[in-house]
């Protein structure tokens, strides 16, 4: 014996979960997951995260709803983090000029913020104790995204740049609509898809839809119960497309039962891509979702 004194590992029962709901400007990140030399929406939260837990070792890794690409923003993104009872104890003792704070959610947040600075591209908007069973990951039950496009039609905002993509030609919202519509239901996207290997491309789009706000702008609205790389981008790609009347607003349903990537349409960029909302079940049935969902994919392996 050395003397130290033995810290036991926690155990997965001893840890407590918090969910984080979590908003960033995509603009200047390679995507939510973590890459050596890049920067990164986990690797910048992990950052604070072992700052505000120093002395507690290897800090604790994020496991996300929703992984975006480079360049896509999030207004509702959420994470989920585990935590010892330790490292909650930690929270709640007064820091700098706060005094003790009871909640340990709030200062997680807070702690997490307050290292980002104020003029950070990426906020923890709130923070809770997770309910029994939940998983970022595992038990959303849909995704909501929307997309952003100042045609030729509408009004150009510099100030909304970041997240409108201008579009040189007028397009055809209702021509639009009406070819989203045609695409709803659970079907394989492989067409619209990046291929992952081991990765299913079957999903249930459950929502589709275009409309133009009071600027002109078009804004695509789709939800589903998970996209598989690049589905999005690429669904909108293909309906401005029909906009544009290149392509029949029937072809869409054609390309998707062909079952292969094409070179009919192209994929959007990300600037116009926001995650805006992911959808969970009652708590009561959090636990039974992930658990479904962890078969489903595994049996897609």
């Known amino acids: 014996m050395n003397g130290e004194p033995v810290v036991d590992e926690p155990r997965g029962d001893d840890l407590l979960r918090f969910r984080l709901d979590i908003a960033y400007d995509g603009s200047g990140f390679s995507g939510w997951a973590r890459q050596p030399s890049l920067r990164t929406v986990q690797g910048e939260l992990e950052a604070a995260l072992a700052t505000v837990l120093s002395r507690f070792g290897p800090p604790p890794q994020l496991t996300v709803a929703g992984r975006t690409d480079a360049g896509v923003h999030a207004t509702g993104q959420v994470a989920h983090v585990d935590l010892t009872p330790a490292q909650v104890e930690h929270l709640t003792r007064p820091h700098g000029a706060h005094r003790q704070e009871r909640d340990a959610a709030r200062a997680l947040a807070r702690r997490v913020n307050g290292i980002a600075g104020l003029r950070s591209d990426v906020v923890v908007s709130r923070a809770s104790r997770a309910p029994e069973g939940f998983d970022a990951r595992f038990s959303p039950i849909w995704r909501r995204y929307e997309y952003r496009i100042a045609d030729a039609a509408a009004r150009r905002d510099p100030l909304l740049r970041g997240h409108t993509v201008w579009y040189p ?133």
């Open 169 to 301: 030609a007028v397009l055809d919202e209702r021509m639009m609509q009406a070819a989203a519509r045609e695409l709803l239901g659970l079907h394989d996207w492989a067409a619209y898809c990046r291929p992952r290997e081991g990765a299913t491309t079957i999903r249930e789009l459950q929502d589709f839809s275009w409309e133009r706000d009071g600027t002109g702008v078009l804004i695509a609205r789709l939800q589903a119960d998970a996209f598989c790389h690049s589905m999005v981008r690429a669904l909108v790609g293909a309906t401005v497309s029909v906009g544009e009347a290149k392509l029949a607003p029937s072809r869409l349903v054609g390309i998707r039962a062909e079952a292969q990537r094409t070179s009919e349409f192209k994929v959007m960029p990300a600037a116009g891509l926001t995650l805006v909302e992911v959808g969970y079940p009652d708590d009561d049935q959090l636990g039974e979702r992930a658990d479904r969902t962890r078969a489903r994919r595994d049996a897609s392996d």
